[in-house]
């Protein structure tokens, strides 16, 4: 293990429940490909959805229920998840793949006495379950493949050997429009993504 595996580990146990298992899948990629932000850089969040929803963060876990809070949606840690927090996550449509709308979220992951963090994720519908909720697969997007060209052009910042810092959110939308557009139509990226 090298030291920014120990360090995003040491973050991540920090860090609410629900959002543990986004800093676990990046610590398991050695955090090459989290977008991360020290403010919020999407404007004001738009509605995916006109009714309940859930968001599914991992294929072995339950989705975790939702409640809007202005223009975000307050992720709800699971009973089971004792104080956590839940995590304010805004959307914006990021653009249609596989026939569906991807949505780009950035969760608000600060903490009172921390550093503000911002992280962002895409979304799509997953299913409509038959009590009338509609599920949404959350999954880590990476920048792993961006050379410094593309770096430089879409407006991320290396930040050591595990992440990437967002600094324009339309040149970042691109960016995932342009790197990351098949992916989004494909159910086994989804998957690992997620």
């Not at 038959?130 to 990476?142: I, S």
């Not at 430089?152 to 967002?166: D, I, N, P, Q, T």
Request: glycine fraction near 8%.
């Amino acid at each position: 293990m090298n030291a920014d595996t120990e360090i995003t580990n040491t973050k991540a146990q920090s860090m609410p429940g629900l959002f543990r298992n986004l800093a676990a899948a990046c610590a398991a990629l050695l955090l090459s490909g989290c977008f991360l932000s020290e403010k919020p850089l999407i404007g004001e969040g738009v509605h995916i959805h006109d009714g309940p929803l859930t968001f599914c963060l991992d294929g072995d876990e339950p989705c975790h229920q939702t409640t809007l809070q202005e223009d975000a949606y307050l992720v709800l840690p699971h009973p089971e998840d004792g104080e956590e927090r839940p995590i304010a996550v805004r959307f914006r449509p990021l653009m249609e793949a596989g026939g569906q709308t991807i949505w780009l979220g950035e969760a608000n992951l600060s903490e009172d006495d921390e550093e503000a963090a911002w992280a962002y994720v895409v979304a799509r519908k997953l299913k409509d379950t038959d009590l009338g909720v509609r599920e949404y697969e959350v999954a880590v997007p990476d920048c792993s493949g961006a050379n410094a060209s593309d770096l430089f052009r879409y407006g991320l910042e290396k930040e050591g050997s595990y992440s990437c810092r967002v600094t324009d959110i339309d040149a970042f939308s691109e960016y995932l429009r342009e790197h990351h557009g098949a992916d989004f139509a494909d159910n086994a990226w989804w998957e690992k993504a997620r």
